[in-house]
Protein backbone atom coordinates (compact mmCIF):
# COMPACT_ATOMS: atom_id res chain seq x y z
CA UNK A 1 0.00 0.00 0.00
CA UNK A 2 1.29 3.19 -1.22
CA UNK A 3 2.02 5.67 1.92
CA UNK A 4 0.46 8.81 2.09
CA UNK A 5 1.85 11.78 0.90
CA UNK A 6 2.48 15.24 3.38
CA UNK A 7 3.65 18.21 1.83
CA UNK A 8 5.87 20.32 4.60
CA UNK A 9 5.56 24.04 3.53
CA UNK A 10 8.14 26.46 4.43
CA UNK A 11 10.44 28.86 3.85
CA UNK A 12 8.50 32.50 1.87
CA UNK A 13 8.86 36.12 1.64
CA UNK A 14 8.95 36.99 5.34
CA UNK A 15 12.11 38.56 7.24
CA UNK A 16 11.63 34.96 9.27
CA UNK A 17 12.54 33.20 6.46
CA UNK A 18 15.43 31.10 7.91
CA UNK A 19 13.29 30.54 11.34
CA UNK A 20 10.87 28.85 9.12
CA UNK A 21 13.54 26.75 7.40
CA UNK A 22 14.96 25.48 10.73
CA UNK A 23 11.02 24.91 12.28
CA UNK A 24 10.09 23.03 9.18
CA UNK A 25 13.30 20.71 9.04
CA UNK A 26 12.86 19.94 12.81
CA UNK A 27 9.43 18.97 12.02
CA UNK A 28 10.88 16.86 8.65
CA UNK A 29 13.56 14.63 11.27
CA UNK A 30 10.59 14.38 13.45
CA UNK A 31 8.13 12.45 10.85
CA UNK A 32 11.02 10.11 9.74
CA UNK A 33 9.82 7.37 11.57
CA UNK A 34 6.30 8.09 10.77
CA UNK A 35 3.73 5.72 7.93
CA UNK A 36 3.72 9.07 5.94
CA UNK A 37 6.12 9.91 3.13
CA UNK A 38 7.37 12.85 3.67
CA UNK A 39 7.63 15.69 0.26
CA UNK A 40 9.11 19.25 1.33
CA UNK A 41 7.39 22.10 -0.74
CA UNK A 42 9.82 25.16 -0.52
CA UNK A 43 8.79 29.00 -1.43
CA UNK A 44 11.69 30.78 -2.14
CA UNK A 45 11.91 34.90 -0.64
CA UNK A 46 10.86 36.06 -3.97
CA UNK A 47 7.56 34.30 -3.90
CA UNK A 48 8.72 30.84 -6.29
CA UNK A 49 7.19 27.24 -5.23
CA UNK A 50 10.04 24.48 -5.18
CA UNK A 51 10.35 21.10 -4.46
CA UNK A 52 12.97 18.31 -4.50
CA UNK A 53 15.38 15.83 -2.22
CA UNK A 54 17.94 18.56 -2.05
CA UNK A 55 15.41 20.68 -0.37
CA UNK A 56 15.53 17.57 2.99
CA UNK A 57 19.38 18.15 3.79
CA UNK A 58 19.42 21.51 6.00
CA UNK A 59 23.20 21.92 4.94
CA UNK A 60 22.02 22.54 1.52
CA UNK A 61 20.71 26.16 2.48
CA UNK A 62 23.94 27.70 3.18
CA UNK A 63 24.08 28.30 -0.83
CA UNK A 64 19.93 29.07 -1.56
CA UNK A 65 20.71 29.79 -5.28
CA UNK A 66 22.79 26.72 -5.71
CA UNK A 67 20.13 24.76 -4.16
CA UNK A 68 17.06 26.67 -5.95
CA UNK A 69 18.91 25.62 -9.19
CA UNK A 70 18.83 21.82 -7.88
CA UNK A 71 14.81 21.90 -7.25
CA UNK A 72 12.07 21.61 -9.26
CA UNK A 73 9.44 24.28 -10.07
CA UNK A 74 5.85 23.18 -8.27
CA UNK A 75 2.36 24.46 -7.80
CA UNK A 76 -0.91 23.01 -6.74
CA UNK A 77 -3.10 21.20 -9.25
CA UNK A 78 -5.50 18.41 -9.35
CA UNK A 79 -5.52 15.22 -10.71
CA UNK A 80 -8.33 13.15 -13.17
CA UNK A 81 -10.05 11.59 -10.08
CA UNK A 82 -10.15 15.49 -7.99
CA UNK A 83 -7.73 14.50 -5.59
CA UNK A 84 -5.30 17.51 -4.86
CA UNK A 85 -1.85 17.26 -5.96
CA UNK A 86 1.64 18.89 -5.87
CA UNK A 87 2.31 19.15 -9.73
CA UNK A 88 5.61 19.28 -10.80
CA UNK A 89 7.28 21.34 -13.62
CA UNK A 90 7.72 19.29 -16.88
CA UNK A 91 11.43 18.08 -17.60
CA UNK A 92 10.95 17.29 -21.39
CA UNK A 93 9.18 18.69 -24.00
CA UNK A 94 7.04 15.08 -24.37
CA UNK A 95 7.11 14.45 -20.88
CA UNK A 96 4.42 14.83 -18.55
CA UNK A 97 4.21 16.40 -15.21
CA UNK A 98 4.59 14.89 -12.30
CA UNK A 99 1.92 14.50 -9.87
CA UNK A 100 2.11 13.17 -6.02
CA UNK A 101 -1.31 13.42 -4.60
CA UNK A 102 -1.58 14.89 -1.39
CA UNK A 103 -3.02 13.58 2.16
CA UNK A 104 -1.96 16.93 4.06
CA UNK A 105 -0.04 20.13 4.94
CA UNK A 106 2.01 20.68 7.65
CA UNK A 107 2.31 24.43 7.62
CA UNK A 108 6.19 25.78 8.96
CA UNK A 109 5.75 28.80 7.51
CA UNK A 110 6.61 32.01 10.31
CA UNK A 111 5.55 35.47 9.52
CA UNK A 112 3.84 37.33 6.16
CA UNK A 113 1.51 35.35 3.36
CA UNK A 114 2.58 32.20 5.09
CA UNK A 115 1.04 32.49 8.35
CA UNK A 116 -1.52 35.38 7.63
CA UNK A 117 -4.10 33.44 5.75
CA UNK A 118 -2.88 33.67 2.19
CA UNK A 119 -1.24 30.11 1.89
CA UNK A 120 -4.02 28.73 4.46
CA UNK A 121 -6.59 30.27 1.38
CA UNK A 122 -4.60 28.14 -1.24
CA UNK A 123 -5.58 24.52 0.52
CA UNK A 124 -8.75 25.27 1.12
CA UNK A 125 -9.16 26.50 -2.46
CA UNK A 126 -7.65 22.99 -3.55
CA UNK A 127 -9.85 21.18 -0.26
CA UNK A 128 -6.11 20.19 0.90
CA UNK A 129 -6.37 19.53 4.46
CA UNK A 130 -3.61 22.22 6.34
CA UNK A 131 -2.50 22.27 9.86
CA UNK A 132 -3.03 25.24 12.23
CA UNK A 133 -5.70 27.59 11.94
CA UNK A 134 -7.59 28.32 8.92
CA UNK A 135 -7.95 31.87 6.39
CA UNK A 136 -9.36 33.84 9.33
CA UNK A 137 -7.82 32.52 12.68
CA UNK A 138 -4.26 33.23 10.51
CA UNK A 139 -5.30 36.03 9.28
CA UNK A 140 -6.39 37.91 12.49
CA UNK A 141 -3.55 35.92 14.65
CA UNK A 142 -1.25 37.72 12.83
CA UNK A 143 -2.53 41.43 13.20
CA UNK A 144 -1.31 42.15 16.36
CA UNK A 145 -4.05 44.71 16.87
CA UNK A 146 -7.05 43.52 15.29
CA UNK A 147 -6.32 40.04 17.93
CA UNK A 148 -6.18 42.69 20.87
CA UNK A 149 -8.68 44.66 19.32
CA UNK A 150 -11.50 41.17 20.00
CA UNK A 151 -9.46 40.57 23.55
CA UNK A 152 -10.39 44.05 24.73
CA UNK A 153 -13.75 43.30 23.04
CA UNK A 154 -14.54 40.08 25.59
CA UNK A 155 -12.95 41.63 28.55
CA UNK A 156 -9.63 40.02 28.36
CA UNK A 157 -6.68 42.69 29.43
CA UNK A 158 -4.15 43.86 27.17
CA UNK A 159 -1.53 46.78 27.57
CA UNK A 160 -2.85 50.18 26.85
CA UNK A 161 -1.40 51.10 23.10
CA UNK A 162 -1.69 53.56 20.19
CA UNK A 163 -1.68 51.90 16.70
CA UNK A 164 -0.93 53.97 13.55
CA UNK A 165 -0.11 53.60 9.56
CA UNK A 166 2.81 54.58 8.06
CA UNK A 167 0.84 57.58 6.43
CA UNK A 168 -0.69 58.78 9.82
CA UNK A 169 2.79 58.94 10.92
CA UNK A 170 3.97 61.65 7.94
CA UNK A 171 1.19 63.89 7.97
CA UNK A 172 0.52 63.74 11.79
CA UNK A 173 3.60 62.60 13.59
CA UNK A 174 3.28 65.38 16.52
CA UNK A 175 0.14 64.50 17.32
CA UNK A 176 0.63 60.87 17.50
CA UNK A 177 3.48 61.58 19.32
CA UNK A 178 1.92 63.34 22.20
CA UNK A 179 -0.72 60.50 22.43
CA UNK A 180 2.24 57.98 22.41
CA UNK A 181 3.99 60.44 25.15
CA UNK A 182 0.56 60.13 27.08
CA UNK A 183 1.60 56.65 27.96
CA UNK A 184 4.11 57.75 29.64
CA UNK A 185 8.05 56.16 29.28
CA UNK A 186 9.19 53.62 28.56
CA UNK A 187 7.07 52.54 25.70
CA UNK A 188 7.57 49.63 22.83
CA UNK A 189 7.37 49.93 19.21
CA UNK A 190 6.67 46.43 17.51
CA UNK A 191 5.46 45.74 13.65
CA UNK A 192 1.83 44.74 13.42
CA UNK A 193 2.32 41.84 11.27
CA UNK A 194 5.78 40.39 11.94
CA UNK A 195 6.71 38.05 15.15
CA UNK A 196 10.63 36.86 16.61
CA UNK A 197 10.59 40.22 18.00
CA UNK A 198 11.76 41.53 14.56
CA UNK A 199 11.65 45.80 14.56
CA UNK A 200 10.82 45.47 18.26
CA UNK A 201 12.38 47.90 20.38
CA UNK A 202 11.57 49.93 24.01
CA UNK A 203 12.18 53.49 23.56
CA UNK A 204 13.28 55.66 27.02
CA UNK A 205 12.28 59.36 25.07
CA UNK A 206 10.93 61.15 22.06
CA UNK A 207 14.44 61.04 20.35
CA UNK A 208 14.65 57.09 20.17
CA UNK A 209 11.00 56.41 19.52
CA UNK A 210 10.99 58.16 16.30
CA UNK A 211 14.48 56.60 15.64
CA UNK A 212 12.62 53.52 16.51
CA UNK A 213 9.41 53.96 14.08
CA UNK A 214 11.47 54.70 11.25
CA UNK A 215 13.28 51.56 11.44
CA UNK A 216 10.36 49.88 12.61
CA UNK A 217 8.63 51.07 9.48
CA UNK A 218 10.95 49.00 7.12
CA UNK A 219 9.34 45.96 7.90
CA UNK A 220 5.41 46.84 8.17
CA UNK A 221 3.13 49.59 7.52
CA UNK A 222 1.44 49.78 10.27
CA UNK A 223 2.60 50.07 13.92
CA UNK A 224 1.70 49.27 17.50
CA UNK A 225 3.24 51.06 20.46
CA UNK A 226 2.34 50.11 24.01
CA UNK A 227 3.12 50.76 27.56
CA UNK A 228 5.66 48.31 28.72
CA UNK A 229 5.01 46.50 32.11
CA UNK A 230 7.24 46.78 34.54
CA UNK A 231 8.72 44.51 36.42
CA UNK A 232 7.87 41.99 33.37
CA UNK A 233 7.81 38.51 33.41
CA UNK A 234 6.82 36.83 30.02
CA UNK A 235 4.74 33.79 30.26
CA UNK A 236 4.05 31.39 26.99
CA UNK A 237 1.16 29.01 26.91
CA UNK A 238 0.78 26.40 24.38
CA UNK A 239 -3.12 25.38 22.95
CA UNK A 240 -3.86 22.90 21.48
CA UNK A 241 -7.10 21.33 19.43
CA UNK A 242 -10.07 22.88 17.53
CA UNK A 243 -13.33 24.41 17.96
CA UNK A 244 -14.41 21.04 19.03
CA UNK A 245 -12.18 20.49 21.88
CA UNK A 246 -9.07 21.97 23.88
CA UNK A 247 -6.03 21.30 26.19
CA UNK A 248 -3.35 23.44 26.72
CA UNK A 249 0.40 22.77 28.03
CA UNK A 250 2.62 23.68 30.94
CA UNK A 251 3.40 27.06 31.04
CA UNK A 252 7.22 28.45 30.09
CA UNK A 253 8.98 31.62 31.05
CA UNK A 254 11.27 32.39 28.87
CA UNK A 255 15.10 33.82 30.08
CA UNK A 256 16.94 36.55 27.97
CA UNK A 257 19.36 39.04 28.98
CA UNK A 258 17.21 41.81 29.38
CA UNK A 259 13.54 41.88 30.11
CA UNK A 260 12.25 41.95 26.06
CA UNK A 261 13.12 38.62 24.42
CA UNK A 262 15.38 39.71 21.62
CA UNK A 263 15.64 37.39 18.11
CA UNK A 264 18.83 37.05 19.44
CA UNK A 265 17.82 35.31 22.79
CA UNK A 266 15.35 33.21 20.78
CA UNK A 267 16.76 31.44 18.22
CA UNK A 268 20.53 32.46 18.40
CA UNK A 269 21.68 30.95 21.71
CA UNK A 270 22.89 27.80 19.84
CA UNK A 271 25.52 26.57 17.28
CA UNK A 272 23.25 24.31 15.98
CA UNK A 273 19.93 24.08 14.22
CA UNK A 274 17.35 24.13 16.88
CA UNK A 275 15.43 27.56 16.78
CA UNK A 276 12.56 28.21 19.64
CA UNK A 277 14.15 25.13 21.40
CA UNK A 278 17.34 26.17 21.97
CA UNK A 279 16.13 29.66 23.51
CA UNK A 280 16.86 29.68 27.71
CA UNK A 281 13.07 29.19 29.68
CA UNK A 282 11.80 27.72 32.98
CA UNK A 283 10.17 24.88 31.99
CA UNK A 284 6.78 24.39 33.67
CA UNK A 285 7.25 28.36 34.74
CA UNK A 286 7.42 28.80 38.48
CA UNK A 287 4.77 30.85 39.14
CA UNK A 288 1.34 30.37 41.68
CA UNK A 289 -0.85 27.85 40.47
CA UNK A 290 -3.66 29.97 40.57
CA UNK A 291 -1.57 32.50 37.62
CA UNK A 292 -0.87 29.31 36.02
CA UNK A 293 -4.51 28.29 35.92
CA UNK A 294 -5.94 31.30 34.90
CA UNK A 295 -3.25 31.53 31.75
CA UNK A 296 -4.36 28.38 30.79
CA UNK A 297 -7.76 29.32 30.85
CA UNK A 298 -7.47 33.08 28.92
CA UNK A 299 -5.21 31.08 26.14
CA UNK A 300 -8.35 28.63 25.69
CA UNK A 301 -10.52 31.23 25.78
CA UNK A 302 -8.30 33.20 23.06
CA UNK A 303 -7.45 30.53 21.34
CA UNK A 304 -11.35 29.96 20.73
CA UNK A 305 -12.17 33.68 20.23
CA UNK A 306 -9.98 34.17 17.26
CA UNK A 307 -11.22 30.93 15.01
CA UNK A 308 -7.85 28.78 15.32
CA UNK A 309 -7.31 25.31 15.41
CA UNK A 310 -4.21 22.85 15.29
CA UNK A 311 -1.62 24.53 17.64
CA UNK A 312 -0.64 27.63 18.80
CA UNK A 313 1.59 29.89 21.43
CA UNK A 314 -0.37 32.36 23.47
CA UNK A 315 2.53 34.98 25.14
CA UNK A 316 1.46 37.31 28.16
CA UNK A 317 2.90 39.96 29.88
CA UNK A 318 3.10 40.00 34.05
CA UNK A 319 3.67 42.00 36.42
CA UNK A 320 6.32 40.22 38.26
CA UNK A 321 4.88 41.78 41.82
CA UNK A 322 1.26 42.22 41.44
CA UNK A 323 0.71 38.81 38.67
CA UNK A 324 -1.52 41.23 36.98
CA UNK A 325 -1.34 39.48 33.01
CA UNK A 326 -2.08 40.85 30.04
CA UNK A 327 -2.35 38.95 26.76
CA UNK A 328 0.48 40.03 24.42
CA UNK A 329 0.03 37.84 20.89
CA UNK A 330 -0.77 34.84 19.71
CA UNK A 331 1.39 32.46 17.46
CA UNK A 332 -0.88 30.35 14.66
CA UNK A 333 2.56 28.70 13.64
CA UNK A 334 4.85 28.99 17.11
CA UNK A 335 8.92 28.41 16.45
CA UNK A 336 9.75 24.63 16.75
CA UNK A 337 5.42 24.53 16.77
CA UNK A 338 6.38 24.68 20.88
CA UNK A 339 6.81 21.05 21.11
CA UNK A 340 9.32 21.90 24.42
CA UNK A 341 6.22 22.65 26.08
CA UNK A 342 4.14 19.51 24.75
CA UNK A 343 7.48 17.71 26.08
CA UNK A 344 7.14 18.30 29.25
CA UNK A 345 2.96 17.15 28.94
CA UNK A 346 4.36 14.46 27.83
CA UNK A 347 3.76 14.39 24.42
CA UNK A 348 6.60 13.92 21.55
CA UNK A 349 7.45 15.96 18.97
CA UNK A 350 6.16 12.99 16.43
CA UNK A 351 2.97 12.28 17.83
CA UNK A 352 2.32 16.06 18.32
CA UNK A 353 2.68 16.53 14.34
CA UNK A 354 0.65 13.51 13.76
CA UNK A 355 -2.25 14.67 16.62
CA UNK A 356 -1.79 18.17 14.14
CA UNK A 357 -2.40 15.83 11.21
CA UNK A 358 -4.83 14.42 12.40
CA UNK A 359 -7.13 17.78 13.43
CA UNK A 360 -6.40 19.22 10.31
CA UNK A 361 -7.88 16.29 8.34
CA UNK A 362 -11.10 16.17 10.43
CA UNK A 363 -11.55 20.06 10.15
CA UNK A 364 -11.41 19.18 6.51
CA UNK A 365 -14.22 16.48 6.64
CA UNK A 366 -16.23 18.95 8.81
CA UNK A 367 -15.68 21.52 5.70
CA UNK A 368 -16.71 18.70 3.21
CA UNK A 369 -19.85 17.54 5.12
CA UNK A 370 -21.55 21.08 4.67
CA UNK A 371 -23.34 21.95 1.58
CA UNK A 372 -21.00 22.91 -0.72
CA UNK A 373 -23.49 24.02 -3.58
CA UNK A 374 -26.77 25.46 -3.98
CA UNK A 375 -29.29 24.19 -6.31
CA UNK A 376 -30.48 27.87 -8.38
CA UNK A 377 -32.25 28.45 -12.15
CA UNK A 378 -29.81 31.43 -12.18
CA UNK A 379 -27.93 30.44 -15.26
CA UNK A 380 -31.11 29.78 -17.16
CA UNK A 381 -32.45 31.48 -20.06
CA UNK A 382 -34.63 33.64 -18.98
CA UNK A 383 -31.99 34.94 -16.23
CA UNK A 384 -29.41 35.28 -19.06
CA UNK A 385 -31.58 37.58 -21.50
CA UNK A 386 -32.34 39.34 -18.41
CA UNK A 387 -28.63 40.15 -17.95
CA UNK A 388 -28.24 40.89 -21.86
CA UNK A 389 -31.00 43.30 -21.48
CA UNK A 390 -28.96 44.90 -18.64
CA UNK A 391 -26.19 44.99 -21.10
CA UNK A 392 -28.09 46.91 -23.71
CA UNK A 393 -29.17 49.68 -21.51
CA UNK A 394 -25.55 51.39 -21.16
Not at 20 to 33: P, R
Not at 203 to 226: C, G, P, T, W
Not at 246 to 274: H, M, W
Not at 280 to 307: C, G, M, N, Y
Request: with cysteine; hydrophobic share 40%; charged share 25%.
Amino acid sequence: MDQKTILVAFGGASPEHEVSVITSHQAIAALQESNYSITPLYLTKNGRWLTGETLLDLKNFEDLKKLEDSCTPCTFGQNEFGQPVLLEQKTGFFSKPKTTPIFAVIDGFHGSKGENGAFQGACEMFNIPCTGSGVMGSAIGMDKVMAKTICRANEIPVAESVDFFEPDWVDHQSTLITKIESLEYPVIVKPVHLGSSIGVEVVMNQESLIRAVEAAFKYDDHLLVETVITPLMEINCSVLGSSRAQRTSVCERPIGKEELLSFQDKYLNDAEAKGMASADREIPAKIPDELTKAIQETSVKVFKLLSCSGLARLDFLVNEETHQFYFNEINTIPGSFSFYLWKESGISFTDLLLELIDIAVEDQNQKARRIQSYDTNLLSQKAVKGIKGLKSKK
